[in-house]
């Protein structure tokens, strides 16, 4: 555990001195993707769920997920880097979009910490036995977020306000993670709706690991009939392994969206200096460098 408290204030310090200079971030960033990916990836997953020690996350004692198949999801995850959906309760998505609301800002980094209603989702004891099985040993609750996004032309082709300006993309939260993803909001075919290429995980050569963003073309050649666009009422929910390309179509209306992140080997900041309070948009270093490491979905 002290190895990992040292790593982890390590990394952030290293964050805060390198803020804004985005060119010296970027190439840690492309290093720790070819170190973490590749052929030996299998083999590092292997040896950080082997040498596990994260003590037991606590988890609820009722499920929001009934009649939810932990183990055809885990299967799903394994094969097609996605799960079909799942229902999270009305009144837990209105609690928690009520809560958003009242702190009032576009984003809120780790509501699991102050929201009742994330905390409840994140230790779900069937949420939590999923990322188990996919990770292969006992996860790390990583982060959670909230945020609304407003979709609009960015003038290069792309969509200001989408992870990568809504460009097909792939991203690295740790050896292994997985992320599950929550509407807040409504999300129709002009929300800005999630859209996930289905088992396009996988990455073995230097070249295809280089390629964090491709274009639609890449996308409709290399992996006919495997895009999927995800719309539905609030509520609706997936788990998703954001290491397949994925993306935010582009839209007119407003999106709300909760994202959770479980990790097998990599810890939150424990230096609580680090983390936002709840509600505001100034975000310290670490927090703001999220986007950039990989652990922000579209």
Aim: glycine share 8%.
């Amino acid at each position: 555990m002290t190895s990992s408290v040292g790593y982890t204030s390590l990394r952030a310090q290293l964050r805060v001195r390198l803020n804004h200079r985005e060119t010296i971030l970027g190439w840690f960033r492309i290093l720790r993707y070819v170190l973490v990916q590749g052929p030996w990836r299998p083999w590092l997953i292997r040896y950080y769920a082997a040498k596990n020690s994260n003590p037991p996350l606590p988890a609820r004692a009722d499920t929001l997920f009934g009649g939810f198949d932990v183990g055809a999801a885990a299967a799903e995850l394994d094969r097609e880097a996605f799960t079909h959906r799942a229902e999270v309760p009305e009144r837990v998505v209105a609690d928690v979009a009520e809560w958003t609301r009242a702190v009032g800002a576009n984003r809120i980094d780790d509501p699991h910490v102050d929201c009742e209603g994330v905390s409840r989702i994140a230790h779900d004891p069937r949420v939590i036995e999923v990322a188990r099985r996919f990770l292969g040993a006992e996860p790390i609750l990583f982060s959670s977020k909230i945020y609304w996004t407003t979709p609009r032309p960015d003038g290069r082709g792309g969509m200001g306000g989408a992870a990568e300006h809504g460009q097909f993309h792939y991203d690295l939260a740790d050896v292994k993670a997985l992320t599950l993803f929550i509407y807040l909001s409504d999300v129709d075919e002009q929300s800005g709706p999630h859209v996930v290429v289905r088992g396009s995980q996988r990455r073995v050569t230097l070249a295809q690991i280089l390629r964090r963003t491709v274009s639609e073309e890449f996308v409709r050649r290399k992996f006919p009939g495997r895009v999927e666009m995800i719309t539905g009422r609030r509520g609706t929910s997936w788990f998703e392994d954001i290491t397949c390309y994925h993306k935010q179509a582009t839209g007119t209306k407003v999106r709300l969206m909760l994202s959770i992140i479980y990790s097998l080997h990599r810890r939150p900041l424990e230096d609580l200096e680090m983390r936002p309070a709840s509600g505001s948009d100034s975000r310290p270093a670490d927090r703001l460098r999220l986007a950039e490491s990989g652990t922000v979905g579209a």
